[in-house]
Nanobody, 122 residues
Framework: QVQLVASGGGLVQAGGSLQLSCAAS????????LGWFRQAPGKEREFVSG????????SYLDSVKGRFTISRDNAKNTVYLQMARLKPEDTAVYSC???????????????WGQGTQVNVSS
């Protein structure tokens, strides 16, 4: 079955950096859009970033543009989210997900991994 395993979360001071990774198995990785999402306490889940199967098309949440960078390594079945200049409002559980199709910026992903907690202290 499809598995998505996210890692790399932790506690960081405002202005710091973290890199999240998500390793996938059980799917034809390069045929899937991969996305990162986050959910803060008491808030709805929101799309953070997504990348097409080829890596040529990328989308970001406006508030993370210029600070976060998504990338993927299809040889390793892994997608990354490099987060820089982190802010306390970035604190959330971050999850990765995969979807077949063409639309990247949507919540309608087919497969979801467990989350990894990111805490940004002020």
């Amino acid at each position: 079955q499809v598995q998505l395993v996210a890692s790399g979360g932790g506690l960081v001071q405002a202005g710091g950096s973290l890199q999240l990774s998500c390793a996938a198995s059980g799917l034809s990785f390069s045929n899937y859009i991969l996305g990162w999402f986050r959910q803060a306490p008491g808030k709805e889940r929101e799309f953070v970033s997504g990348i097409s199967g080829s890596g040529r098309t990328i989308s970001y949440l406006d508030s993370v543009k210029g600070r976060f960078t998504i990338s993927r390594d299809n040889a390793k079945n892994t997608v990354y989210l490099q987060m820089a200049r982190l802010k306390p409002e970035d604190t959330a559980v971050y999850s990765c997900a995969a979807r077949a199709g063409v639309t990247i910026k949507t919540l309608l992903y087919d497969y979801w991994g467990q989350g990894t907690q990111v805490n940004v202290s002020s």
